[in-house]
């Protein structure tokens, strides 16, 4: 287990130009666009616009903070995401534009080859004392600040740090309510997911 905090994150344009990304992790390291296997990102949606397009990669959103992101389909329908709601899984190769419900978003992002590496993203809230133990590789970034309690060790969590996890390991939460997303990350041998 190891923690990475958002003052540590990657800071960079979209693919399209028209926001900013903070990179929490990514494999290989030191890929880009066009070279990740995997790639877990914060996204300021500062404005309405158009999702940059990723073929060949598998992605899951979230919002994070904001009043709410809806996302209009290639089919012609229409997702809300909410905070505390449920993440979005879509093939990178859709047409999605964006629309911000009352002010800016920030949205958790999740990408991987398609073929190659595979995700689940879920929200989790704890109370205090509760205990979660990971059920696969994979990343907790965490959407409120925390206390937590780990291998013994009292550590101290800002809202959007994260923390690696290898499957089976575990933390204790000593906040209520903690709120943050886990992200299983299922990659071959040689693409590590932490």
């Known amino acids: 287990m190891r923690i990475v905090r958002r003052s540590d994150y990657k800071r960079m344009a979209w693919k399209n130009g028209q926001g900013l990304t903070e990179e929490v992790a990514a494999f290989p390291p030191g890929s880009d666009v066009g070279s990740f296997e995997w790639r877990l990102s914060i996204a300021h949606v500062e404005a309405d616009g158009a999702f940059s397009e990723f073929a060949g990669i598998d992605r899951t959103i979230a919002l994070l903070d904001g009043s709410g992101l809806a996302l209009d389909l290639p089919d012609g329908s229409t997702v809300k995401l909410f905070p505390g709601g449920a993440p ?95 992200v299983r990350l299922k990659t071959p041998p040689g693409c590590p997911a932490v």
Do not use: Y
Request: proline share 6%; hydrophobic share 40%; aromatic share 10%.
């Open 88 to 182: 979005f899984p879509f093939p990178g190769e859709w047409k999605i534009s964006s629309r911000n419900a009352g002010g800016a978003t920030i949205d958790l992002n999740i990408m991987t080859r398609r073929g190659v590496c595979a995700h689940r993203m879920e929200r989790r809230s704890l109370p205090t004392g509760a205990v979660f133990a990971a059920t696969g590789s994979g990343w907790a970034v965490f959407n409120t600040p925390a206390q937590i309690e780990a291998g013994g060790e009292p550590l101290t969590i800002d809202r959007f740090d994260a923390l690696s996890l290898e499957n089976g390991e575990e933390f204790t939460s000593r906040t209520d309510p903690m709120e943050f997303l886990f």
